[in-house]
Every structure is written in C-alpha cells, then in structure tokens.
Nanobody, 117 residues
C-alpha cells in the first residue's frame, strides 16, 4: 500500500523559508516521479514542482528561483525547500507520486503553509 506522509509546514513571515519533506513507503521510490502540489482556499490544486526518477526538476513559473525540489532515493524522501516566501504561497501543500504518465497520482494528506506577517 502506497503511503506518503508530508511534514514541515507551518507559519512563516514573508521573505522567510520553510522546508517540506515527504516520506514514501509501499513503492519502488526510485522509479517514481515525485511532485509537490498546492491548493489555496477557493482555488484548484496546482503543480508547484516535480522531479523525475532521473532527477530532472520542473517548476511552476511562480516559484522558479525561490523553491528547490530534491529527492533522496536511499531514504525514500522528497523535499521542497521554499525561500523568499510570499503571501500568495499560502496553501496546503501535497506530496504526490506518479509511476508514469499514464498512472494516476497518489497523494499525501497535505501540510499547511501560511505566509503571514
């Protein structure tokens, strides 16, 4: 059974940093594309960043240069380092795992990030 558990969310001031982490179990982690999505109140869930099994990262334009996704295949974890946080980064952040383009995503339970002064 696939399980994704996120951690690291919280309250941060604008300009601050947070590091989210996602621990995966029940999958051959190294072959999965891992991603971080977010959903703000009243908005659709959107892709923030993803990283392929080969380590190729992709970012939403809104976070390029501020966020960095990384993975540790030995520990079955994926992280999202978020710097220079803005009010508009406030959302629930979800970890996802996708085996291939034809597979559905598996989701974690989400971790809230609030950027507020």
């Amino acid at each position: 059974q696939v399980k994704l558990v996120e951690s690291g969310g919280g309250l941060v001031q604008p300009g601050g940093s947070l590091r989210l982490s996602c621990a995966a179990s029940g999958i051959i982690f190294s072959v999965y594309t891992m991603g971080w999505y977010r959903q703000a109140p009243g908005k659709q869930r959107e892709l923030v960043a993803s990283i392929t099994s080969g380590g190729i990262a992709n970012y939403a334009d809104s976070v390029k240069g501020r966020f960095t996704i990384s993975r540790d295949n030995a520990k079955n974890t994926v992280a999202l380092q978020m710097n220079s946080l803005k009010f508009e980064d406030t959302a629930v952040y979800y970890c996802s795992a996708q085996k291939n383009l034809f597979s559905s995503n598996t989701w974690g339970q989400g971790t809230p990030v609030t950027v507020s002064s």
